[in-house]
């Protein structure tokens, strides 16, 4: 009998194993694990300030069979919830407030959702929530859509937004087409892991997690203002019509561009460069142009102001010579930027009325 026993189990282990297996379109069995009888599905990860706020920790969970109990843990915190009462044990939508400890630390946490079904059987799923301190020093308004458009132009790609209280920012901004789409980045070079955008399940707040937020678009072509405020993710879009006295000329004053070899700080012309007015914008000026060592010279920067072509008396320098975002009125650095022998294309934009100042490159 235990010679029979012995020779059955080999078999009876194989049979097990078949039962689980199906065949491959050319008859070869292939192992198929059982299906998970418990699963989950719309649980939201957060990138958030930690300035003592409250979450709410979501999922739903599916159980073939009924049931038993959900845990809610994360020991750092103090977090130990069970629930045991569901008024459908086969579908429950879990909604828990979390409290985040004011001394929290500044990574990425892990909560845990346990749910157990009456059988035994057991699942989990974890909510991360990455705490970061939003109350950037800079925040920057993104105006492309691809990562490599962050820092593929010279300056002023993406836009420098203006700070003007804690976790507040604003830029007077003008889209130059109709439907601009807009996200806010705190590093100019990156959209992850924190870009800040619409939240897809409400259009009136703002989350920070790059693979969620949605572009907030804008519409007519025109000026805006826009508000930014990330500690309470919210956002304002205003229309700006502008009212000062727009400026009849700007030029290009300094040395550096390739197809001016005799170039080098005369303030009339033909050795300064005119930039053309923006047909339906007085307060906007560009200039193609190509930033480079011209033949017969020697010097490796360029170093540029721009003026009203009004002599010396007002003028524009900028607030860094490497890479500015802003020019100052009558105040300043120049710029002081390396150059080769080898000219590279620029669509030099300066807007008048914001004193944003752009060099695309083309």
Request: hydrophobic share 40%; charged share 15%; aromatic share 10%.
């Amino acid at each position: 009998m235990k010679k029979l026993t012995k020779q059955l189990i080999p078999v009876l282990c194989f049979s097990l194993l078949w039962v689980q297996c199906k065949k491959d379109e050319e008859g070869a069995p292939v192992y198929t694990p059982p299906a998970q009888s418990i699963t989950f599905s719309e649980v939201a990860d957060f990138v958030i300030d930690s300035t003592g706020k409250t979450i709410t920790a979501s999922a739903k969970i599916t159980a073939a069979n009924d049931l038993q109990k959900v845990e809610v843990t994360y020991q750092p915190w103090n977090i130990a919830k069970t629930i045991t009462s569901f008024s459908n044990p086969k579908a429950y939508t879990l909604s828990e407030p979390i409290a985040i400890p004011a001394n929290a630390g500044l990574k990425i946490h892990s909560i845990v959702i346990k749910a157990t079904d009456k059988s035994g059987a057991s699942n989990f799923t974890e909510i991360k929530v990455g705490l970061q301190d939003l109350n950037y020093n800079k925040l920057y308004m993104a105006d492309v859509t691809e990562a490599a458009s962050l820092d593929a132009d010279l300056f002023g790609v993406p836009m420098v937004m203006d700070k003007t209280g804690s976790h507040t920012y604003q830029l007077v901004y003008y889209a130059r087409t109709d439907n601009v789409k807009v996200r806010f980045i705190p590093n100019k070079t990156t959209f992850t892991p924190v870009a800040i955008g619409m939240d897809p399940n409400n259009a009136q707040k703002l989350i920070t997690t790059s693979s969620q937020s949605l572009p907030i678009q804008l519409g007519a072509k025109g000026y805006y203002r826009i508000t930014v405020n990330t500690l309470l993710l919210t956002y304002k879009v205003e229309n700006v019509s502008p009212s000062a006295t727009a400026t009849s000329q700007v030029a290009i004053v300094g040395r550096g561009f390739y197809d001016y070899p005799a170039m080098n700080w005369q303030n009339t012309l033909p050795d300064i460069i005119l930039m053309d007015k923006d047909p339906a914008n007085k307060y906007l000026f560009t200039k193609l142009v190509k930033l480079g060592t011209p033949p017969g010279q020697t010097y490796t920067t360029a170093q540029f102001i721009l003026t009203t072509n009004n002599g010396w008396t007002n003028f524009w320098r900028f607030d860094d010579g490497l890479s500015p975002e802003l020019a100052v009125y009558n105040g300043g650095v120049n710029t002081d930027i390396p150059i080769t022998t080898n000219p590279v294309t620029y669509l030099l934009v300066f807007d008048t009325y914001t004193n944003r100042v752009q060099a695309i490159k083309q």
